[in-house]
């Protein structure tokens, strides 16, 4: 079946610091690639997407590029701050498959001053 | 534009009690999705519908969790008898028609069972 897997968490990171939370997909057919965000106290909302192999979506200077040969869509910034802390989730969608979206089970980032 | 509005925000029942979520989801939004998020895990589908019709509740335990949309707007969900392990935070979810991938959610209800 389509599913995502992502790095476990919680990742604390100092504010400026690289991050990355990793990702990899299982899926039939060909999957578009999703990352949102879960702020404290909100809703999930979409940070960045892209939709076909080799694409890199981009956000809020977070990237992330779908690689079709590891199965990975890897979440990046080059420099955190502390408004970035959140939960971040994968997720992946089989076009046509009634479009049915499997999220990662999230990760927890907490970015100190 | 407002975006998808649920209620309550939180609740608090024992088992075997019943429990319903209401969701009003982004205006013109064709298809709606309830999600159940355990502590610890990423959201699981539950149902999507596509206007009033059903597309997908094949992960809906149908013996104690129902859901209508009714005139293709709003939704509810109901679970009854709750069990302990239905406590999660409900999430509704809705996309138009043209919008590739991106689900608009709302906060979530939150459910304690006791």
């Known amino acids: 079946g389509n599913s995502v897997t992502q790095m476990e968490g919680p990742v604390t990171l100092s504010e400026e610091a690289f991050l990355t939370i990793n990702c990899t997909y299982t899926?039939?057919?060909?999957?578009?690639l999703f990352w949102y965000v879960q702020y404290p106290g909100e809703g999930l909302q979409l940070l960045l997407k892209?939709?076909?192999?080799?694409d890199k979506g981009s956000n809020k200077g977070f990237e992330a590029t779908y690689r079709k040969e590891t199965t990975s869509f890897h979440l990046e910034k080059g420099s955190v701050q502390v408004s970035d802390s959140a939960v971040y989730f994968c997720?992946?969608?089989?076009?046509?498959?009634?479009?049915?979206?499997?999220f990662g089970a999230g990760t927890r980032l907490t970015v100190k001053p | 534009e407002a975006g998808v509005a649920q209620s309550p925000r939180y609740k608090i029942i024992e088992k075997r009690q019943s429990v319903a979520f209401w969701c009003n989801p982004i205006?013109?939004?064709?298809?709606l999705y309830w999600y159940q998020q355990i502590l610890g895990q990423g959201p699981k589908l539950l149902i999507q519908?596509?206007?009033?019709?059903?597309?997908?509740d094949s992960q809906l335990p149908k013996d104690r969790f129902s859901a209508e949309r009714l005139k293709g707007v709003d939704s509810t969900l109901k679970i009854q008898p709750a069990k302990l392990e239905d406590s999660a935070v409900y999430l509704c979810?809705?996309?138009?028609?043209?919008?590739?991938?991106?689900?608009?959610f709302g906060e979530g209800s939150r459910l304690t069972v006791l």
């Open positions: 892209a939709t076909k192999a080799d």
């Open positions: 997720a992946l969608e089989v076009p046509g498959n009634n479009n049915d979206m499997r």
């Open positions: 979810a809705s996309r138009g028609i043209l919008a590739v991938g991106e689900l608009f």
């Open positions: 899926a039939t057919g060909y999957p578009s």
């Open positions: 205006s013109g939004h064709a298809t």
């Open positions: 519908f596509q206007n009033n019709g059903v597309v997908d």
